[in-house]
């Protein structure tokens, strides 16, 4: 597998405080990608970085292999985020919504429709399309929250905690939508505290702590590793290189 | 220029759709020229009455007013938390900004026109063929005042602040332009204080429109309106921090 995403020496400080150091990263095309660290770890700031949300103090970003700042808008029309806050217009349909999302990345007419039907029914809300997000349950708001990033059909789909609330039903509907996403091509980057979910789906990952990466590797070699030394489980593995101590998230 | 274009239209509709900006600009401009024409009706001749006065000066200080509308535009994907998906989206921040403001002016215009036809009709207000030119000048203005809005809205990130900012020298500009009572002075200084206010400037020209047939005037404020608006733009656009675009505090919003 070739690399589609290339982070190199990225770093981030707030004030005196560095919450990002050096951090090199390299993610492949096809795979998906568990993402992991406790709060404040700087998940959130290297993701932000990376989606040109927050402005980086060094390091460089590569997207098939050219630098995201000199192809910004090639590199944005093939990136997909789904954020961890519910990103949508409560007021307008659920079919409105993903409709003007996708609009943004230059689709009209039929193109446009084609692909907001297929989104949503990809997330099982296309018999719900008229209505208003307002009237939805937290697991289908979510759906739609991934409806909006999928519609334009991104090569990288970056999921910040996709599942945060929601019943086991649609936790599960998402996580096969997920699945399936990466089949047909989709390359994934998923962010999230739960280790299940991680077991269940990714395979390679990643755990951040302190700013910098303290664990890359595919998940059976990870586990594996750790097995050796008597950690059985991805939370014991999690818990073992990041510590037992409480994090209170700053903001 | 396309992604402009998908901007502006969901913008339209969303100002279009939003009931308080049409409400405060249509029927409170209207209710208060009422209540102030009422209230006054004795303290004006018969040819130029209270309602005459008050339909000319209400307007342009409900339109100053939208300021603060077009501040909260500025800040509504933060508030509804839509702000992210606009910044990793394939548009720039140029687009974001010019959408906002000319949806703003579009409606807020549109709103003029038909205060200006109600109070034409019912007030019997003698404007003829100086209509579209009192709306030339009420655009403007509403350019203009929007724009700055729009550049206090997208640099602050608490609502309340703004609004509480921008409430107080609104008051003093419409005091000082006569917005609530005619107020003139033989005072150099105080003469000078009064056309501080743009208001003043805006008043004025359309009674010397109107009654003087002085047109050059009128032109020559929405001239000035149109270049302190497009300054604002141009600030608003260097300005626009992303940090505030997602962020913004407004109590009682959340999902």
New interface residues.
């Given amino acids: 597998m070739s690399a589609l995403l290339e982070v190199k020496d990225l770093s981030k400080s707030f004030s005196d405080k560095k919450v990002v150091e050096k951090l090199t990263l390299t993610v492949l095309e096809g795979e998906i990608l568990g993402f992991l660290g406790p709060n404040g770890a700087g998940k959130s700031t290297t993701v932000k970085m990376i989606?040109?949300?927050?402005?980086r103090d060094d390091g460089e970003i590569y997207f098939n292999g050219e630098k995201t700042e000199d192809k910004?808008?090639v590199f944005?029309?093939a990136?997909g985020?789904v954020?961890q806050?519910?990103?949508?217009?409560?007021?307008l349909s659920a079919y409105d919504n993903v409709r003007?999302?996708c609009?943004?990345?230059?689709y009209?007419g039929q193109e446009l429709k084609n692909r907001v039907k297929e989104a949503l029914e990809f997330v099982g809300l296309w018999d719900r399309r008229k209505e208003i997000p307002s009237k939805f349950s937290g697991g289908m708001k979510r759906r739609l929250n991934i409806a909006?990033s999928i519609a334009h059909s991104p090569k990288l789909l970056i999921m910040d905690e996709p599942t945060v609330g929601i019943d086991p039903q649609s936790r599960n509907h998402i996580l096969e939508t997920i699945k399936t996403l990466n089949k047909r091509g989709t390359t994934i980057v998923y962010v999230s505290h739960y280790m299940e979910e991680i077991d269940a789906i990714c395979n390679r990952i990643v755990i951040m702590d302190h700013g910098i990466i303290v664990e890359d590797m595919e998940k059976e070699r990870l586990k594996e590793k750790y097995r050796q030394q008597g950690f059985t489980s991805l939370e014991e593995i999690f818990l073992h290189l990041t510590g037992t101590d409480l994090r209170d998230q700053e903001a | 220029m396309?992604?402009l274009g998908?901007?502006l239209s969901?913008d339209m509709k969303r100002r279009y759709?939003d009931g308080f900006l049409i409400g405060y600009n249509i029927i409170f401009p209207i209710l208060l020229t009422l209540l102030l024409g009422y209230l006054l009706a004795g303290s004006y001749g018969k040819e130029f009455t209270s309602y005459h006065y008050y339909s000319l000066v209400i307007l342009p200080f409900c339109i100053a007013m939208a300021m603060i509308t077009a501040a909260y535009v500025g800040k509504e994907e933060a508030y509804?938390?839509?702000a992210?998906?606009?910044?990793?989206?394939?548009?720039f921040k140029t687009q974001i900004v010019l959408s906002k403001l000319l949806s703003c002016t579009v409606i807020i215009s549109v709103c003029n026109i038909i205060v200006l036809l109600f109070v034409k009709l019912v007030f019997q207000l003698p404007i003829y063929g100086e209509f579209w030119a009192i709306i030339f000048l009420l655009t403007a203005e509403a350019y203009c005042f929007c724009a700055i809005g729009m550049f206090i809205g997208l640099g602050m990130k608490n609502f309340i602040v703004i609004k509480n900012i921008i409430n107080l020298p609104l008051c003093a500009a419409a005091i000082l332009g006569g917005a609530f009572y005619p107020i003139g002075t033989m005072n150099d200084k105080l003469e000078l204080l009064l056309k501080l206010s743009p208001l003043t400037w805006i008043n004025q020209s359309m009674f010397r429109y109107l009654y003087d047939g002085d047109r050059d005037y009128l032109y020559k404020i929405s001239l000035i309106l149109i270049l302190i608006g497009t300054g604002f733009t141009l600030l608003a656009i260097v300005r626009f921090r992303?940090e505030e675009f997602?962020h913004g505090d407004l109590p009682g919003y959340e999902?």
């Fill in positions: 989606i040109d949300v927050e402005q910004m808008k944005k029309k990136l985020v954020p806050d519910i990103s949508i217009y409560d007021d003007f999302f609009s943004l990345y230059g009209k909006c | 396309r992604e998908v901007l969901y759709k509804k938390k839509t992210m998906r606009f910044l990793y989206a394939p548009i992303k997602i999902k």
